[in-house]
């Protein structure tokens, strides 16, 4: 099955600063990346997604790119503020089932 | 907003019981799943189903049993818990077929198992 890989456990940025959160996937067929965010105590909510119709898809600060020779996929966040600290996590589907693959998510730290 | 609630939210069990972690969505999503939380490994799915009678086996289904009695609830089951199930377990349901694939997460459910 699809085995999804996010390369930053941990991330620290200064406020204003971007992040890059880099994921990885093995499935050719996965054409849906969605991406969560889990702040401290909290349940996941969805935050952008980005179909392999499409290479890149901003919403606000949130701009994810889609590299499909690669198989590799990004979320960056610009301007970042404290309040965008919490563990991202990056996923990957194929649309038929929508059962969806998560990575083990990054630790995103904003500090002031 | 979808809506998706689970009960109870924290939950203390003693090895060796049945532990019984329910979950309920009002956004008639056909799809609906079970994941549990663990430091260092992310989301692991346990059960997930496809409509009311439907119960499929995810990556961890090991001591783990689901039923799915309407569209609108999915329970997971612990028989006999172990310590090992000490986790946070969330349920989420989303639609195939609707305009997004994304799922929709419950809170949560702490579940500490002595």
Redesign the interface.
Known sequence: GEKVEQHESTLSVREGDSAVINCTYTDTASS?F?W?KQEAG?????VI?IRSNVDRKQSQRLIVLLDKKAKRFSLHITATQPEDSAIY?CAA?R??????F????TQLVVKP | EAAVTQSPRNKVAVTGGKVTLSCNQTNNHNNMYWYRQDTGHGLRLIHYSYGAGSTEKGDIPDGYKASRPSQENFSLILELATPSQTSVYFCASGDPLGSQDTQYFGPGTRLLVL
């Open positions: 849906y969605p969560y909290k349940s996941l909510h969805f997604d996590f589907s649309n038929s089932n929508n059962r969806i998560f990575g083990d998510g």
